[in-house]
């Protein structure tokens, strides 16, 4: 056989490891389903009962391609943002729309600044494109807002990401804080703020941002708060030329039609996405009991996971979390230190805490022979 | 306010033209639904009733993300094919499968060729890489394999891309004539093979391939026989390398959790898909028959479609197919002379082709005029 294809040098130049190894592989690997599904930031909880009925509805009628313009759901998000439809875009989930975000405005060599520690599929998206990241630690557990803007002028970045709530600690800030961050943006970096959990977070977390500002893109999802993670659903809201510029690249007939079905009915949903803040602010309160009774600390959080500070080093913190999947517990961690002191647990229902009431303090032990 | 995003020289040099105005928009301009849905080579004989269900009975599991690997179908996919699940990448339907195949092998400026009229999303996402298009006319309405690999060697390709069944003509070369041309891939040229449509091909359409071939990436979809184009789910069929190269660059989390196992319940039902197979044979019978009644030919096809023969030029017939859309009826046309001598008609239902029959000879007389 004859060479095979010519790789571009920037392809050849990445890794081949992925951002995320997902529980289903996990799980064959364990050999049998974990009993409490923790570690994706999931919602438990599921979807409203009108999405599950309404994407059962359009099952059959999934022979159709979707509305490639998302009208429907982008009039909706439109009216509830304040803004006009032509400054929402959708997307496969945030994890397509920041991918897209970055190859609008990422050549090969430009900056990109994040927190070291913060969200890998971005920085995976950013070395998929070339860009070169830059990255500043947390301050206290929080993205150092300051520090982030001081070195996008610096290096003069194109993008700079700052995720609000934080994942993976689950610490905020105020939305006056980013308000006022907004005007000590460089000119010409765009600043990505996701916003994934902000459904969970207390009120004025969300800065209030003119729809037509250059400076900013804000993302959201349906995989948290609205329980359709399996959907891929997200969006993004920002100035109208930068929204019309996703149409020279996205994949225009990319959604899948029952899942822009599905969002419509869950946005509508008001009574269930207030009920599952409160399901998710009663197990954010358990899991800090549990954490309290083995002695660790679960940090506060505005997210839909907690944070939980098991006062060692990252070895330790690592040594239980696999001791936790491998009692049947999918849960994650951050990847940095001092933050990989801790893991992440997300929201579980009562069963799947009292799975973690059992198995925390056997992991715990097993980490400590 | 300050300056907005600074975009990199190719991403300003791409039009915000898109590659498809889906028929929902068509339908708010017109004020009114279709009547018949015949333009985008939909099935509309629908998904397997086992899909339908497996869907159903998944939408109250969508919290949950896919699995990132997609292990299930792509076991039984590599089953089907005779390959290794190593031979096999699943993605957002083929144009998702094509983006990452342009991406990871174009960097600006390389060649890459296909035919004039072929399908232009693949052209959408070569250009939104910085490719350099060199297109071949086709050969008595089909694509010709000795001009695009002569064009290949010429230019020294990264890509040639050949669909067949071809798309918008419906023509075909057997399985036996594209392995012949394999040996005549130039070396360091990849062919991307798009067989959306070859469930409705004769027996022998499908060239035998060794899955460890180099040269060669087979492309297949759920979107056409399967009935599942609002799913969202093609794949890649190719050599390890390759197939490994995609996970540098694809958007892991991309695919709809209840598309992934409605594709593998669609893929397990032999009955359904030929039940559809010979509903479309009939389909394209009758289009024959209702084209004939007016005096107009409807060509041979291997496809879920029937591009059939005005007998005049382009102008004319893009004056036939604003009547026919004007009259409720959703069909598409080839962009290239001298095929946008024809129109494109889907397969339908037995009532879709009523309502053919109705307007055609209406639509036809309405250009004549």
Known sequence: MTQGPRYPELIQSLP?????????????????????????NESVFGPSPWA????????????????????????ELALRMGVTPQNVVLGEGIDGILGYTVRLLVAPGDAVVTSDGAYPTFNYHVHGYGGVLHKVPFR??????????????????????????????????????????????????LLVLD???????????????????????????????????????????GAQPLIRAYDKV???????????????????????????????GAAKERIGTIAKASGVTALPSAANFVAVDLGRDGDYARAVLK?????????????????????????????????LAEVLPVALETAQR
Chains 1, 2 share one sequence.
């Not at 599950?52 to 009039?75: F, P, R």
């Not at 980013?178 to 010409?188: Q, S, T, V, Y």
């Not at 225009?252 to 399901?279: C, P, S």
Request: with cysteine; net charge negative.
């Open 140 to 189: 206290d557990d929080h993205e150092d807002i300051d520090a982030l803007l001081d070195k996008a002028r610096e290096v003069e970045a194109k993008l700079v990401y700052l995720s609000n709530p934080d994942n993976p600690m689950g610490s905020w800030h105020s939305g006056e804080v980013i308000e006022k961050a907004l005007d000590r943006i460089p000119d010409g970096t």
């Open 323 to 355: 001791a936790l999947i491998a009692e049947g517990v999918f849960v994650r961690m951050p990847f940095v230190a001092p933050q990989d002191r801790c893991i992440r647990i997300s929201a579980g229902t009562p069963a799947d805490l009292d799975v």
């Open 52 to 75: 599950v009925a309404a994407m059962q509805d359009e099952a059959a009628e999934i022979w159709k391609y979707a509305d490639a313009t998302n009208h429907d759901l982008k009039a």
């Open 250 to 280: 996205r994949n225009h007939f990319g959604m899948n039609r029952a899942a822009q079905i599905g969002a419509l009915a869950a946005l509508q949903d008001d009574t269930w996405i207030e009920e599952v803040v409160g399901l998710v």
């Open 195 to 237: 916003e994934a959990y902000i459904e969970f977070a207390p009120d004025g977390t969300a800065p209030r941002i003119d729809p037509e500002d250059p400076r900013v893109v804000r993302m959201r999802t349906f995989s948290k708060g609205y329980g359709l993670a399996g959907a891929r659903v997200g969006y993004a809201v």
């Open 16 to 40: 081949s490891s992925v951002p995320f190894v997902g529980p289903e592989v996990q799980e064959r690997e364990l050999g049998r389903p974990f009993r409490a599904r923790l570690g994706a």
